[in-house]
């Protein structure tokens, strides 16, 4: 069965750092092109980014409102996949979820609040 | 930015036709996805690659696109069918992914 477990999310100030996890399982994780995509609450869809296979050159691509402030990582040997957030905004507060691109299948999510 | 443009909301009669747009410029050589979302869950994917099914989504979702439009279709929808969709797909470069704003299904 295909798991993805997202964790990592919680309270932070603006400007302040936050690294998301998600845990794979069930697949191949090195052969998955892996995405985040966050929903602000009462809000639509958002893409935030994608990391393709180490395979296919492990290129990263980030939506434009996270650019350069975000970064995506993913260890193939541990099945994990991270988004590191730095310079937090009050409008990054959403539900993160991680994707498999193509599979359709995706976590639970995990919550930020960028608060003062 | 690329953009994909769906109507906000689309109402129905239970048993009748739903149909849901999706536009994008770059759609024509770009394939669409679609997503329902129920409240308080996760996103479900209903179609994949313009038309393909996933295992387990009911026959009656089903997925086509011409040109710069693609569409989700919901035939003898389900008061279970009320939902958000969204439509997801990629710029011209197919580096860029994006969400359509998402269209409200009532069925009533």
């Known amino acids: 069965e295909v798991q993805l477990v997202e964790s990592g999310g919680g309270l932070v100030k603006p400007g302040g750092s936050l690294r998301l996890s998600c845990a794979a399982s069930g697949f191949t994780f090195k052969n998955s092109w892996m995405s985040w995509v966050r929903q602000a609450p009462g809000k639509g869809l958002e893409w935030v980014g994608r990391i393709k296979s180490e395979a296919d050159g492990g290129t990263r691509d980030y939506g434009a409102p996270v650019k350069g402030r975000f970064t995506m990582s993913r260890d193939d040997s541990e099945n994990m996949l991270y988004l590191h957030m730095t310079s937090l905004r009050t409008e990054d507060t959403a539900l993160y979820y991680c994707?498999?691109?193509?599979?359709?299948?995706w976590g639970q999510g995990t919550l930020v609040i960028v608060s003062s | 930015s690329y953009e994909l443009t769906q109507p906000p909301s689309v109402s129905v009669s239970p048993g009748q036709t739903a149909r849901i747009t999706c536009s994008g410029d770059a759609l024509p050589k770009k394939y669409a996805y679609w997503y329902q979302q129920k409240s308080g869950q996760a996103p479900i994917l209903v179609i994949y690659?313009?038309?393909e099914r996933p295992s387990g989504i009911p026959e009656r979702f089903s997925g086509s696109s011409s040109g710069t439009m693609a569409t989700l279709t919901i035939s003898g929808a389900q008061v279970e069918d009320e939902a958000d969709y969204y439509c997801y797909s990629t710029d011209s470069s197919g580096n860029l992914y994006v969400f359509g704003s998402g269209t409200k299904v009532t069925v009533l």
């Open positions: 994707m498999i691109e193509g599979d359709g299948y």
């Open positions: 690659e313009d038309s």
